[in-house]
Nanobody, 117 residues
């Protein structure tokens, strides 16, 4: 069964940091590129970072130099370290495998990142 469980979001001040985690079922994680996506209110979901099974990573220009993606293949877990957070980073963050997204597969519940005033 497809399973994705995201965690680590919360309330943060501008310039702060958060580390998101995503535990995936082996059927998703094994041998797949994994990605972190985000969806802000009223906007489409976008891919912010991805990492191959061998650890080669890519990040979107909007988060380059601030976000880092990593994975632990032994734990079927992918991480997103977010530093120097900005109010525009407010979103629900999801992880998934791009190959699953492409065929319209399921998503987890996501984890919310919100800025405090």
């Amino acid at each position: 069964q497809v399973q994705l469980v995201e965690s680590g979001g919360g309330l943060v001040q501008p310039g702060g940091s958060l580390r998101l985690s995503c535990a995936a079922s082996e059927s998703i994680f094994k041998a797949r590129t994994m990605g972190w996506y985000r969806q802000a209110p009223g906007k489409q979901r976008e891919l912010v970072a991805s990492i191959t099974k061998d650890g080669s990573a890519n990040v979107a220009d909007s988060v380059k130099g601030r976000f880092t993606i990593s994975r632990d293949n032994a734990k079927n877990t992918v991480y997103l370290q977010m530093n120097s957070l900005k109010p525009k980073d407010t979103s629900v963050y999801y992880c998934n495998a791009p190959t699953i997204v492409f065929v319209g597969g399921s998503w987890g519940q996501g984890t919310q990142v919100t800025f405090s005033s």
